[in-house]
């Protein structure tokens, strides 16, 4: 029996920006990703580590492409 995550209010900003990003890749499991779908994987990645997440040494310069720190 699966469980729902719990709301987005009552998870840390961290949480919530990761639950966000692994809803959004269930949501399109088993198809071609568009150029618009990978733009807003590359969003949800960005205001993952800007939670703090990816950031380990207080640079904020990962955001760039090619980054592959997230999820």
Known sequence: MSVPPPSASDQSP??????????????????????AELAELDRLRR????????DRTG??????TGDRSGP
């Open 14 to 35: 961290v949480s919530a920006a990761n639950e966000a990003i692994r809803r959004f890749v269930r949501e399109r499991s088993n198809v071609a990703w568009t150029r």
């Open 47 to 54: 205001a993952w580590r800007r939670a703090g997440c990816g």
């Open 59 to 64: 640079d904020r310069t990962g955001d760039r």
